[in-house]
């Protein structure tokens, strides 16, 4: 048997128990990982309640989570790119968990330069973000607009479009402005006025904008860019209906090939990972309620 946060009906946080599930095995081509780190995000707590069921069905018990950092202590079948032993870092569907069976191809070895927290903080986000900027074509020499700066996905977007030659502008809190500052990005408190604080600090316009936030942040976008084209969203998607931008949804399970770019920022020291707070694994509804209310810099993560 191992540990494993289950919620077994639709629900506030206290819906989350922890308990013990049969131990799972890795079958072909997956692995099995001893986990240490888990990341946690916003979509988790939308399953929790129900409010993703045509997206994500739910089965009853259901184990939450998408990501994950750890140990592989299982090899299945076929697979000859991890080992026993190798530390790595990803996705696994269920991730809330002592030990937990995933693709082998949607784990990473870790780099040394992280530890566990900042590992588990990374694939969601580091993918999100990339992808976010690859719709946008966002280019050297550009200006691009990043709201939600100083999220999760928004941190490290900032720091991928600043490696790529970008000039970045990034809506924040008052209490956040220092913190998209340090990593590298001009940064903007968001709301009422927004697009003359905007323009009064970007001297050439706005080349994109990705909304990372998802308070009311496509209007003034279109704005500022002068139409839908260079516009996208992964956080509004009835503000993506109504405006006709698009919204950025991604795969539950990508290919860990999809974080090359950050993991070479990471090992070329150009890339840092903010772990805004964690939480014993046992606290799990403590952390999705902290996720919920958001406004903290960075990443949540349970520890094992």
């Known amino acids: 048997m191992a540990k494993a946060i289950i ?3 639709f629900g506030g946080p206290d819906v989350l128990q922890l308990t013990e599930v049969p131990e799972p095995h890795a079958g072909p081509g997956e692995v099995r990982v001893r986990v240490h780190a888990v990341g946690i995000n916003p979509l988790e707590s939308q399953i929790r309640v129900g409010a993703m069921e045509a997206v994500f069905p739910t089965t009853f018990p259901s184990v939450p989570g998408l990501e994950l950092a750890g140990v ?40 040394a330069a992280i530890n566990w927290e900042e590992a588990a903080a990374l694939p969601v986000a580091g993918e999100t973000a990339a992808r976010g ?6 280019v050297s020499g550009e200006t691009v607009l990043i709201h939600g700066a100083s999220g999760a996905v928004g941190s490290v977007a900032v720091q991928l479009a600043v490696a790529r030659g970008a000039t970045v502008i990034g809506t924040a809190s008052a209490a956040n402005q220092e913190y998209v500052r340090g990593l590298g990005a001009t940064p903007v408190v968001y709301g009422e006025g927004l697009v003359e604080r905007v323009r009064a600090v970007a001297s050439s316009g706005i ?46 399970t990508p290919p860990a090939s999809s974080l090359g770019e950050a993991l070479g920022l990471i090992e070329a020291r150009a890339l840092r990972l903010t772990v805004a707070q964690t939480f014993p694994f046992a606290q799990a509804a403590d952390a999705q309620t902290a996720s919920v209310e958001g406004h903290l810099p960075g990443k949540l993560v349970l520890v094992l």
């Not at 995933?102 to 070895?109: D, P």
């Not at 900027?133 to 966002?138: E, I, K, Q, S, T």
């Open 7 to 9: 919620f077994s009906q």
């Open 207 to 252: 080349d994109a904008a990705l909304d990372a936030a998802g308070y009311d942040a496509i209007e003034p976008s279109i704005e500022l860019t002068g139409g839908t084209e260079r516009v996208a969203t992964i956080a509004d998607a009835p503000g993506s209906a109504q405006f006709g931008v698009p919204f950025l949804a991604g795969a539950a």
């Open 72 to 111: 592989v202590n299982e090899v299945g079948e076929g697979v000859t790119t991890l080992a026993v032993g190798d530390e790595v870092l990803g996705w696994g569907a269920g991730s809330y968990a002592e030990l937990v069976v995933t693709g082998a191809e949607q784990l990473a070895l870790k780099p």
């Open 133 to 138: 900027l690859d719709a946008l074509h966002v």
